[in-house]
Nanobody
Framework: QVQLVESGGGLVQPGGSLRLSCVASGSIFRINAMGWYRQAPGKERELVAVVPSGGRTNYADSVKGRFTISRDNAKNTVYLQIDSLKPEDTAVYYC???????????????WGQGTQVTVSS
């Protein structure tokens, strides 16, 4: 089965940086878009950044200029470089991938378990 595993979260001070990684594994035929979402306590999950197969990235307004999404198709990996962290960035960050398991199969969204990012002095 498909697994998405995030890593790179942790506790950092305001203004610090983190680099999150997400590796997709399993019998994957093709991956379309990959992205990052986050969910803070008591809030809904929100889109942070997405990079479609075509390569045009999209960011939430709250992270523009501070976050950078990228992907390595050969490794089925998506990254999120986070700079100038703010306390309001504190959340669980989830990896998402839209993919096919077989040729002509159903396009399906898969999710990772999440990695905690905490920004505090």
């Amino acid at each position: 089965q498909v697994q998405l595993v995030e890593s790179g979260g942790g506790l950092v001070q305001p203004g610090g940086s983190l680099r999150l990684s997400c590796v997709a594994s399993g019998s994957i035929f093709r991956i379309n878009a990959m992205g990052w979402y986050r969910q803070a306590p008591g809030k809904e999950r929100e889109l942070v950044a997405v990079v479609p197969s075509g390569g045009r990235t999209n960011y939430a307004d709250s992270v523009k200029g501070r976050f950078t999404i990228s992907r390595d198709n050969a490794k089925n990996t998506v990254y999120l470089q986070i700079d100038s962290l703010k306390p309001e960035d504190t959340a669980v960050y989830y990896c998402n991938a839209n993919l096919q398991l077989t040729y002509g199969g159903r396009w399906t969204d898969y999710w990772g378990q999440g990695t905690q990012v905490t920004v505090s002095s």
